[in-house]
């Protein structure tokens, strides 16, 4: 499945980034190669491979499982809108990024 250069430019606008021609170029070809891989990795029969499962799932005590569950101050409405960009009457304000 090819990757247009208009969808790098989508992506681009989305995670705020400002590519020229050459580089949406570069990274539709990129991608591209990328996609075509993970398409490659999708052929192979996997029916034999058992699945995964981590070892904290079962019995198995690791450590990081079993450290104490200490409970901290929190930093606190004055201290997090500090530095923020920009608040209004207690909450963050962000730009819009879903919708329109």
Do not use: C
Request: overall charge negative; aromatic content about 4%.
């Amino acid at each position: 499945m090819p990757i247009t250069q208009t969808e790098v430019e989508k992506i681009a606008r989305l995670a705020n980034l400002e590519l020229t021609p050459d580089e949406t170029q570069l990274f539709s070809e990129q991608l591209a190669a990328i996609v075509e891989y993970v398409d490659q990795l999708n052929e192979l029969d996997t029916s034999a491979v058992k699945a995964w499962q981590p070892a904290s799932a079962g019995n198995v005590q690791t450590s990081h499982a079993t450290r104490p569950d200490l409970t901290e101050p929190s930093l606190g409405h004055e201290k997090a809108l500090a530095q923020a960009p920009d608040h209004d009457e207690g909450h963050f304000l962000v730009p819009r990024v879903i919708g329109g």
